[in-house]
């Protein structure tokens, strides 16, 4: 008899070659006595439990629902929710809410997985390996997640912008390696800077290269959705931005308030008309400028505005 309860502990402790299995299987048992402990709760009574008393919360256990796949960062699971009947309300976990396949985190890998450049087709490949051959994932699923990413973003950028207080813009292209074209796309970044400090995207579009009629568009769409004309519009050396304003009759953006962020420059725009926040560039030991400003707000900047 002794012998076998030895056997039996060995069997049960993990090895190296089954560490994933086990902490799986421990996270599994773990949930699914959370899951029942949290019904203990709302019920006020352990299972098996008669009720007591008149005042008792109402309600009772109607066994488990079918067995559910959860993918986590770590693996699949697979859990049962408790169900309960005879409540004034429905029940509805905390824990694992209805319609839940995957935690926060594994969902919010998906859309880096995705603008990183993994193809569609090959997502199913790929997390089975991750998550294991249970993870609730398909083709048909990541074809769901992406049109609900791209409804997100189509609600994103059609906001009301009027009530920022911008003072100016940084605005660049970001080249993404994702995609098989021979010119890569560029995502055309609009990033605003209001009074109060704040950092705040207006846009996130997509354009060929840095072109004068991409940019365009853009500053085109920010006057519509309410975009004051901000005080400075800083960028790189691209000739596309700076051309933009120009070309686009319908834009706030004054021509005028272009700057392009060179080194050479900072310390003349520092505290000018034109630059009402003061700035403090970065200097070497030996005093020469290094990189760009840190743009400041009056309140914070030693040097005069």
Not at 86 to 111: C, D, I, Q, Y
Not at 118 to 143: E, K, N, T, V
Not at 168 to 182: F, M, N, S
């Amino acid at each position: 008899m002794r012998k076998k309860s030895t056997e039996s502990v060995a069997a049960s402790s993990p090895t190296w070659e089954t560490l994933e299995s086990f902490a799986r299987q421990s996270m599994q048992q773990f949930l699914q006595r959370m899951l029942e402990e949290e019904v203990d709760g709302v019920l006020g009574r352990a299972r098996y439990e008669r009720r007591n008393g008149v005042d008792a919360v109402p309600g009772y256990r109607n066994g488990f629902g079918q067995p559910r796949r959860l993918s986590l960062s770590n693996g699949t699971i697979t859990l049962r929710r408790p169900r309960v009947r005879g409540l004034s309300e429905r029940f509805e976990s905390r824990l694992l809410p209805a319609f839940k396949r995957r935690t926060e985190e594994v969902g919010r890998l998906l859309p880096e997985l995705y603008l990183h450049g993994l193809a569609q087709g090959d997502f199913d490949l790929a997390l089975r390996g991750l998550l294991g051959d249970g993870a609730p994932l398909s083709a048909p699923s990541i074809a769901r997640l992406k049109a609900s990413w791209q409804a997100e973003y189509e609600l994103w950028k059609t906001r009301v912008v009027e009530d920022l207080d911008v003072v100016y813009l940084w605005v660049d292209g970001v080249y993404v390696k994702a995609g098989l074209e021979k010119d890569k796309a560029a995502i055309l970044v609009v990033l605003a800077a209001l009074r109060d400090g704040q950092k705040v995207i207006l846009a996130v579009e997509r354009g060929y290269r840095e072109s004068t009629e991409s940019w365009a568009a853009i500053l085109r769409d920010l006057t519509r959705r309410g975009l004051a004309a901000p005080k400075v519009v800083i960028g790189d050396g691209h000739l596309g931005i700076s051309d933009a304003p120009a070309s686009s009759q319908k834009s706030t953006v004054n021509p005028a308030a272009f700057w392009r962020s060179r080194r050479s420059r900072s310390l003349d725009l520092c505290g000018s008309a034109a630059f009402p926040f003061s700035c403090r560039p970065r200097q070497n030991r030996n005093g020469s400028v290094r990189g760009r400003c840190r743009l400041r707000s009056p309140s914070r900047c030693s040097q005069g505005s």
